[in-house]
């Protein structure tokens, strides 16, 4: 079975500061698809990120980052440059490869920036 | 480009009273579609997928079901509500690996 854990309820940074929120994913999968959604309070779901198990280089979409270390089977997203906009829950999430509609949700991560 | 809809954003109903959620997409076709349920605090969890009109997949078994009757269309619906069906209810769409998602539904149940 697939499994995700967010173990940092809450993190706090300062703007304009970077911030690392934390992944670790379990899957005897052998590809299979790592995500980072951004919920902001107004509850909808933002995409950010997208990691392939087989790709080579860690992807990237503008300040944000994923430190993708698959033998430590850890999807890390890295936030640099924090802004005010940028407090909301993320969660990270993982598809498989043999029924990739099924998606699995870590709890989340609460981030807040400090002016 | 794409688009999801959800009606109603909030909705307030009694225990037993019936379920209509709705979810509509435009700028693709034929898309998968899915339905999330986000208790409070939590994360998402996954009840219903789609891959074509009228194949619908249950991944958790409880008093919801799910249609499509559309291409574009997944309805979330209930025959009678109970008090643990209250949460934030969010659809979403793929079409190839990565899921979008509406703006969501609050659904309380009193």
């Known amino acids: 079975a697939q499994k995700i854990t967010q173990t940092q309820p809450g993190m706090f940074v300062q703007e304009k500061e970077a911030v690392t929120l934390d992944c670790t994913y379990d899957t005897s999968d052998q590809s299979y698809g790592l995500f980072w959604y951004k919920q902001p309070s107004s509850g909808e779901m933002i995409f950010l990120i997208y990691?392939?198990?087989?790709?080579?280089q860690n992807a990237t979409e503008g300040r944000y980052s994923l430190n993708f270390q698959k033998a430590r089977k850890s999807a890390n997203l890295v936030i640099s440059a924090s802004q005010l906009g940028d407090s909301a829950m993320y969660f990270c999430a993982m598809r498989g490869t043999y029924n990739n509609n099924d998606m699995r949700f870590g709890a989340g991560t609460r981030l807040t920036v400090k002016p | 480009s794409q688009t999801i809809h959800q009606w109603p954003a909030t909705l307030v109903q009694p225990v037993g009273s019936p379920l209509s959620l709705e979810c509509t997409v435009e700028g693709t076709s034929n898309p998968n579609l899915y339905w999330y349920r986000q208790a409070a605090g939590r994360g998402l969890q996954l009840l219903f997928y789609?891959?074509?009109?009228?194949?619908i997949s249950s991944e958790v078994p409880q008093n919801l079901s799910a249609s499509r009757p559309q291409d574009r269309q997944f309805i979330l619906s209930s025959k009678k509500l109970l008090l643990s069906d209250s949460g934030f209810y969010l659809c979403?769409?793929?079409?190839?690996?990565?899921?979008?998602f509406g703006p969501g539904t609050r659904l309380t149940v009193l």
């Open positions: 990691q392939g198990s087989y790709d080579e």
């Open positions: 789609s891959v074509g009109i009228g194949q």
């Open positions: 979403a769409w793929s079409r190839t690996d990565t899921q979008y």
